[in-house]
């Protein structure tokens, strides 16, 4: 499924489910950052490991952009 396929969803929980991930994933990188831990997400079928470090600079470029 893509996200427009999501968004046009009859189902009104499956139509919010992308937005509370996107907020869950968010809130995951702010506690990452506060505990300078990293997360580990999977893209492309590979694991990745962002550190705290990552973080806050990506977090600084959406501030600033």
Do not use: F
């Not at 996200?3 to 994933?25: F, H, N, V, W, Y």
């Not at 990452?32 to 490991?49: E, P």
């Amino acid at each position: 499924m893509t996200a427009k396929d999501i968004s046009e969803s009859p189902d009104p929980d499956l139509r919010g489910s992308l937005a509370a991930m996107r907020r869950a994933a968010a809130e995951a990188r702010k506690i990452a950052i506060q505990t300078n831990t990293y997360i580990v997400t999977v893209k492309d079928g590979k694991i990745h490991h962002i550190t705290a470090d990552e973080l806050r600079r990506e977090a600084d470029r959406e501030d600033k952009g």
